[in-house]
């Protein structure tokens, strides 16, 4: 065990981001004319999915008076409208926070969100140049690198795929989207066991339950308690945007507004991880390479009725990611299908289904009170209960302190 804890927690805001986005919206009222006020609504509006309020504030600041985030704001706001026009508008945002970038990794990510309007507008090629120009100015541009890759690997261009993920690599970036994007390339490529390799589940997944906290005479109350905290929580959200969950609630902040037993749950949780971090092996792999001195635990809470589930996907800005099961239905834990579970594999979409079954995928059944580790850049999915219980878990994930 090292000395000092590696892993810390990320800061809890005071008030949920719909209670600020609510005080926001006073203020506005009595003083419209505050373009400070006015980008700080538009901010919170994107993480309210209020796209269509978030366009109208930034749409009615002046060309000469917008700023490098209002453009792109107003960019990634047309973007999630998904219609043709508000495409053609969120290319034009994009290429005005080209211009006025202040810094490389500025124009880097517009020039991502650009890329993402010219493959939404059919200019394939387009597209493809200004991923690269992204990725050329900042190598760590996971939007960059994800998009880029989805294009490869649309033409079948998995040699083309691994050469970007080890320029990528040489250049200093070795993130979990370009950790995920070299997995799925081998599977194409029909090299399944380096592809099982570069997740390497047998040996960096991890499973365990977290001991009782202080003061409770069981996991089973406290998780019981947990619960009603969460059901509770003013940053109850239904079907986010832009996220992998589908028919799902969730709780971005779920530390926001001075929750004490989420507070205790993540303390518990750090503590865990920081001494599993210093159980791994000290192997040649490129995820344990990749590994952060210091890392920041960041955690977001998923609720699924019985449709719920989550869809194919990884995690682009952890390092490790983990999951731990607050309430599980009972016919999950004591069940023999998927319903429920959580599986590891790769997705069809992107891997091809010859390779996918190939690959082939791991079942891993929720149970109360547990606490499962695993490489953020691992693929994984989850299926609807069809319980009438509701399954709640804290996700989260590790970043790069």
């Known amino acids: 065990m090292t000395n000092y804890q590696r892993i810390l927690v990320e800061h809890a805001a005071p008030i949920t981001r719909a209670q600020e986005r609510a005080l926001l919206r006073t203020a506005f009222a009595t003083n419209p004319g505050s373009l400070v006020i006015r980008r ?80 939404r507008l059919g200019d394939i090629e387009a597209a493809r140049t200004t991923f690269e120009e992204a990725l050329e100015l900042d190598p760590a541009n996971k939007n960059a690198c994800k998009r880029l890759v989805s294009l490869h690997l649309k033409a079948g261009d998995c040699r083309g795929v691994l050469e970007l993920i080890d320029d990528l690599a040489k250049r ?63 940053g109850l959200t239904y079907d986010r945007y832009g996220t992998a969950s589908e028919r799902t609630w969730r709780i971005d902040e779920p530390l926001a507004g001075g929750r004490p037993l989420v507070k205790v749950l993540v303390s518990l949780l750090a503590k865990a991880v920081d001494a599993y971090i210093d159980r791994l092996p000290r192997i040649d792999h490129p995820w344990i390479s990749a590994r952060p001195e210091r890392g920041i635990l960041h955690s977001w809470c998923v609720i699924t009725e019985s449709a719920g589930f989550e869809t194919w996907h990884v995690h682009q800005f952890g390092w490790m990611s983990g999951v731990y099961y607050v309430d599980v239905p009972s016919s999950i ?43 953020s850049h691992a693929y994984h999915r989850t299926f609807p209960h069809g319980a009438t219980e509701r399954r709640i878990c804290l996700a989260f994930d590790i970043w790069p302190a």
């Open 40 to 119: 700080k609504l538009a901010f919170m509006g994107m993480a309210a999915d209020a796209f269509d309020e978030v366009i109208q504030l930034l749409s009615a600041i002046a060309l000469d008076e917008r700023q490098y985030n209002d453009n792109l704001i107003l960019a990634e706001a047309h973007l999630a409208r998904e219609e043709f026009d508000d495409t053609r508008l969120a290319a034009a945002a994009a290429s005005l926070a080209i211009a006025i970038a202040g810094d490389r990794h500025e124009r880097a990510a517009a020039l991502a969100t650009r890329g993402r309007a010219e493959v």
């Open 172 to 234: 200093g970036s070795l993130h979990s989207r370009a950790l995920a994007a070299r997995t799925l390339a081998l599977a194409r490529l029909g090299d399944i066991e380096a592809a099982r390799t570069s997740v390497n589940h047998a040996v960096f997944r991890h499973r365990q339950q977290l001991p009782t906290p202080p003061g409770w005479p069981s996991l089973a109350a406290f998780n019981a308690a947990l619960a009603l905290e969460l059901l509770d929580h003013p």
């Open 333 to 375: 834990t004591k069940g023999s299908g998927p319903a429920g579970c959580l599986a590891f594999g790769i997705p069809e979409d992107e891997a091809g289904q010859e390779a996918a079954e190939a690959f082939g995928y791991e079942l891993v059944r929720p149970q109360s009170g547990s606490m499962l580790l695993f490489p």
